[in-house]
């Protein structure tokens, strides 16, 4: 795992706070970045965002899909696996920004191309910048994982509203100053959590009646303008209730 000094402490503990021997409680894989079947495959890594792509690499690599990975880096001594993609030949390129500069996105992704998917994980401005040349494409053609909420997106003004449970009838109050799960789980309702930032999915929950207002850096496309499902860490509600399937 990559020690990062800017992140809210979780990098920082397992670098310096956990001990051999210790005893770690952890939960089972929970996978919101899935490999979907295609005919053909661009992956976009920048940094650690290679990290989720090359198990795709592999399984991809086994079968009858075409597939060419662009990886780009600060420096080629900080990219990470460099020596288990070297068997891959030249559907990898290799791209330190000291020697060559940014990734030359226009040239790999600016056309959409009939039965390809395009699976991208790397900094904000990374993924940004594949997106916007993604927006074209036909939908579902994008897959991205996240490090950090879009720029903004957790913004907005906070008012209380209620949630219904619609299984058990149960209503909550969300205060203001509160997120949705935190509300659930004072009245005793557990919905499992991870980024807390709307990142990754793990909280996503379906809605069954009101308006939510989207704050989460996951759901895109019509999952997002057609308002069946939430992220519960940070996403609220444009009208003053929501009914959500728990």
Same mark, same amino acid.
């Given at each position: ?8 402490? @979780? ?28 005919? +053909? ?31 780009? @880096? ?87 509203? +209620? ?14 100053? +509160? ?68």
């Amino acid at each position: 795992m990559l020690r990062e000094a800017q992140s809210r402490g @979780g990098s920082e503990w397992i670098h310096t706070g956990i001990q051999a021997g210790d005893r770690l409680r952890v939960r089972g894989p929970w996978n919101n970045f899935p490999l979907v079947m295609a005919e +053909e495959y661009v992956f976009i890594a920048g940094g650690i965002g290679i990290t989720p792509l090359l198990p795709m690499i592999r399984q991809v690599d086994r079968g009858d899909s075409g597939w060419h990975l662009l990886y780009g @880096g600060r420096r080629r001594a900080s990219m990470a696996f460099l020596g288990q993609l070297e068997p891959f030949g030249d559907r990898v390129r290799i791209v330190p920004e000291d020697e060559f500069g940014l990734l030359d996105l226009d040239t790999w992704i600016a056309s959409p191309r009939p039965g390809t998917l395009v699976y991208c994980c790397g900094p904000e401005a990374l993924i940004a910048a594949v997106e916007e040349r993604c927006s074209l494409w036909p939908a579902g053609s994008l897959h991205v994982e996240r490090f950090h909420p879009r720029p903004g997106a957790l913004d907005g003004e906070n008012t209380a509203f +209620e949630v219904v449970c619609a299984r058990s009838g149960l209503t909550v109050t969300v205060g203001a100053d +509160e997120a949705i799960v935190t509300a659930l789980e004072r009245n005793g309702v557990y919905v499992p959590t991870s980024c807390a930032e709307g990142i990754c999915g793990t909280c996503q929950t379906a809605v069954v009646g009101g308006v939510p207002d989207h704050r989460d850096s996951f759901l895109v496309g019509k999952k997002r303008e057609d308002h069946t499902t939430i992220m519960v860490c940070c996403s609220r509600a444009r009208t003053s209730r929501l009914v959500l399937d728990l």
